[in-house]
């Protein structure tokens, strides 16, 4: 049963090879095979998390080579959590990419299937080297799915976007460096219990080698100031992938927990706690910026583009704490806000495709076809990503600010996330009276029939039913999600699965 | 020897970071390829600096060498060589549909409106 965990990796790996030599002139039937595979990834994903939900860590390791030595996966709630919302995430942008976008480049569907294998690798992997192949995987994937379709701005957004991944590439090759010079591993659960261990002498040398790796990971993450690639990227980019780059964010927020709880977590002697000054302050500044830049945004895509810098702050709030409640609220803000945000750039896309040559610019513009239901859905997904009740990022923010209750400068921080969340209010709701409400000229409605399928629209909607069902089943959810959090925090299961022994057994033995 | 490593790696640093910074592609490309060139040599001397020791065992040896980091500067050596070749050809790709080889997005704004349709902001409106 526990072979079943390399199947993330090999599946989408294989149908990418697949779809690339046996399929590449045949769209109709690539289509159906890129379905095929993300729907048995579902299924499997969905497999080890239950797997995974007894609370036991498994390693998995390839080649038998015993722990330290070889490579290794290791499935915990945390990855298979993550695992789970990537594949059901990339199950429902699918059909929406089948519409058409597909068709507009090359190769759409082997770059999503080597996306979700890096994605996919990255949440699985129990190595830091291992984590920068995975890391790389994704990202050529990303440069694919960012460029396709082509056109200067893309290409011109493209390259800023690759430079700065090359950037946090190499700082990443120099901080692994660093970690290995010192500790003279980098299986994630040997240097959980070597950290400790470290003679004073190289106790600097660690030290920037993990700051440096924070970064590299606050890059990924968005945080501020290192956030600015963001809303050039996605909005240059096409709605699908746009939408699958949701998970990407949360892969940067991912490392960090993974990081900096069990390498850098509590047991860590003279580095322990390692990320805990820095992570709040960048991610309450980022929380102010993400949603100033709401405000300013000229078209509702670049207004997504900064509330998802917005919601990462929120998130990497909560997550910064490192306790069990911050944690605990940081996950389940994770995925409502990656299944809202893929829910907004694809309603972006669904807005502008109606709008002939006005696009989504929030300009006053002839009545869209079917704006009652596209603009319903609007109003839903604006709900849920400003924090209004009913809706799940209500439940999210206020776990956040209850978990934040009693933390140092709290009220500054209670202050920041509920006036963010009235300017994100002021944003959306400019943007959706401009598109939905203020017709240019209302004779002008365009006479022919809407012929466009009803699919995209339905693809939205699931998403929405995707937060809404986390708001109607939040009591389970936190429950389990609590459990996760717990498991993420407490490094010696996870060492015990990987090495055999308890992490404090083995640095007492040596 | 560990002067001259050190200081190699500082100046490949420093000529990439100054070239990264530069307004047009080509710099930036080559400064990208001077940091991954201070990457490798960084990553040789991770595992100490050690003159005619073999990486693998064998009987008549007096000392090893750490193996992990050719290893690993093999795999960096490989995706950084894949990295350059792609953003080389979306360079010339970017410089060939704009007709300009800037970094900065400047342009941005005028080209996501496709500029032979009007501008309602500005008041034409399509008759």
Redo the contacts between chains.
């Keep these: 049963m526990s072979n079943l965990i390399v199947v993330p990796t090999v599946l989408p790996a294989m149908t990418a090879a697949l779809l690339i030599l046996a399929l590449r002139h045949d769209l109709a039937r690539q289509r159906i095979a890129s379905v095929a595979a993300t729907a048995a990834l579902l299924a499997i994903t969905i497999g080890l998390f239950m797997l995974a939900s007894d609370g036991q860590p498994r390693a998995y390791l390839l080649g038998n080579w015993p722990a330290p030595f070889g490579i290794v996966l290791v499935l915990d709630g945390l990855s298979a959590t993550m695992l789970v919302l990537t594949s059901a995430l990339a199950f429902l942008i699918l059909p929406y990419a089948i519409k058409g976008w597909d068709a507009q480049g090359r190769h759409f569907h082997a770059l999503f299937q080597f996306q979700l294998l890096g994605i996919n690798g990255a949440f699985l992997t129990g190595d830091l080297f291992n984590l920068f192949v995975f890391f790389e995987v994704m990202l050529i994937a990303s440069y694919g799915l960012m460029l396709h379709g082509g056109g200067a701005p893309r290409l011109k957004a493209g390259f800023q976007y690759v430079a700065i991944n090359l950037v946090a590439s190499t700082l990443f090759l120099f901080a692994v460096g660093l970690i290995y010079a010192v500790t003279g591993t980098l299986n994630m659960a040997d240097l959980a219990g070597k950290v400790a261990q470290i003679a004073a002498g190289d106790q600097a040398l660690l030290k920037s080698g993990a700051l440096m790796l924070l970064i590299v990971f606050a890059i990924k993450a968005a945080l501020v100031p290192l956030h600015w690639w963001l809303p050039a990227t996605y909005a240059a980019t096409s709605a699908p992938s746009a939408a699958l780059f949701m998970i990407m964010t949360k892969v940067g927020a991912y490392s960090i927990l993974r990081v900096y709880a069990l390498i850098f977590g509590a047991e860590a002697g003279a580095l322990a706690q390692l990320a805990n000054p820095w992570i709040p302050p960048a991610a309450i500044v980022t929380l102010v910026f993400g949603s100033v830049g709401m405000l300013a945004s000229r078209t509702l895509r670049d207004l997504v583009c900064f509330w998802v810098v917005a919601s990462m702050g929120t998130l990497l709030i909560a997550l910064g704490t490192f306790d069990l409640p911050g944690v605990t609220a940081a996950l389940y803000y994770l995925i409502h806000s990656t299944l809202t945000g893929a829910a907004l750039f694809l309603l972006a896309d669904l807005v502008a495709e109606r709008r002939a040559q006005w696009l989504d610019r929030l300009i006053p513009a002839p009545e869209i076809q079917r704006a009652t239901l596209i603009g319903g859905l609007f109003f839903l997904a604006a709900i849920a990503a400003v924090g209004m009740p009913p809706l799940s990022g209500f439940i999210g923010k206020l776990m956040v600010l209850e978990a934040l209750r009693g933390a140092p400068g709290w009220p500054l921080i209670w202050f920041a996330i509920l006036g963010t969340s009235l300017l994100m209010i002021v944003g959306f709701a400019h943007a959706g009276s401009t598109l939905f409400w203020k017709s240019r000229d209302a004779n002008k409605i365009v006479e022919e029939s809407d012929r466009r399928s009803f699919l995209p629209i339905v693809v939205v909607a699931l998403l929405l039913a995707g937060t809404a069902g986390l708001s109607v089943a939040a009591g389970p959810a936190t429950r389990s999600l609590e459990g996760i959090a717990r498991q993420a925090l407490d490094p010696n299961p996870y060492v015990r699965a990987v090495l055999g022994t308890d992490a404090r057994v083995r640095a007492a033995g040596r | 020897m560990e002067l001259l490593v050190a200081s190699a790696t500082g100046v490949l640093v420093a000529v990439g970071v100054y070239l990264?910074l530069r307004g047009r592609?080509f710099p930036?490309i080559v400064g990208?390829t001077f940091?991954?060139y201070?990457?490798n040599v960084?990553?040789f001397?991770?595992?100490r600096l050690a003159i005619n020791r073999p990486p693998i065992i064998s009987p008549n040896a007096s000392g090893y060498t750490d193996p992990?980091?050719q290893a690993?500067v093999l795999?960096?050596i490989v995706?950084?060589f894949?990295?350059t070749a792609?953003?080389v050809v979306?360079?010339l790709?970017?410089f060939l549909?704009?007709g300009s080889d800037r970094?900065d997005?400047d342009?941005?704004?005028d080209?996501?409106?496709?500029r032979k349709?009007?501008d309602?902001?500005r008041g034409d409106?399509p008759a």
Excluded at chain 2, 111 to 114: G, H, I, L, S, T
């Design positions: 990264l592609t930036v990208l940091l991954s201070a990457a960084f990553l001397a991770i595992g992990l980091p690993l795999t960096a995706i950084s894949g990295m792609l953003i979306l360079a790709r970017g549909e704009t970094v997005l342009t941005l704004d080209a996501r409106a496709p349709k009007p309602p902001g409106w």
